[in-house]
């Protein structure tokens, strides 16, 4: 069995496929730990369909490669829910919902007026895990180098104000550019991450490792651990299974990941 999975990734493509899951694992287990902490869970469906905008747009002015075009849109509409749910009265899932009906229907509008849409918007999707090529494994290393580079230096700092806000802030933290700073980065590596899982799976990427882990913690460092772990074994799982089964590889991941969540839920300490 073991020689038959090693087979598998003398394949070039499922080695682009595996590399390219295990970084979208590395940072999804990274963010998804200070957004399910703080309750934003709804923030990844809200930045995938602003990424699906975006996207959209790209292929209507025809560009060549329209997730660039995805990451100005939803990096626009992930400080503009910063900035709406610092500067009113509404909650953060309310700001998203807003962002996210406006992004989807402009996406519809955009896919509308190109008409002769199809396999493009497919991929956008669902993702496209096994058909990554080398120019989109570089953009999402690129992504991850840059989400670690940012990230770990202000973990501490973010744990701080994820966990005691008010606190934090009578500290010195700089708690609200700390917020624009964890937005970008989710709207960064959500975007990069559309072509491996699809932008109606990577919400649940990016939260169902971190809520898996939650369940199993008793540390904010111990669930970023665990966090990670789960996202990375999972990949690796829905992966093989995927190729052996003959199945979607972006659902098998996600599935993976779900009866992980099942079992942490059944088992878990209260």
Known sequence: MIEGLAEILTFPFMQRAMIAGLLVALMAGLLGVFIVQRGLSFLGHGLAHAAFGGAALGLLIGVSQPLWVALVFTLAAALGIAF???????????????????????????????????VDVWSLLFGSILGIGAQELIIIASVTILTLL??????????????????????????????YVLFALAAVAIVASVSVIGVVLIAAYVVIPAATARLLSRSL????????????????????????LDVPSGSTIILTQAALFLLAAVLAPR
């Open 84 to 118: 709406v749910h610092e500067r009113t009265r509404l909650s953060g899932d309310t700001a998203v919902g807003i962002f996210t009906a406006v992004s989807v229907a402009l996406g519809v509008l955009f896919i509308g007026l190109r008409r002769d849409y199809g």
């Open 150 to 179: 940012v990230l770990v230096p202000l973990w501490s700092r973010l744990a701080y104000a994820t966990f005691d806000n008010e606190l934090a802030q009578t500290d010195g933290v700089r708690v609200r550019l700390l917020e």
């Open 221 to 244: 460092f111990r669930m970023t651990a665990l966090s990670i772990a789960i996202g990375l074994f999972s990949t690796v799982v829905g992966l093989f299974g995927s190729f052996l």
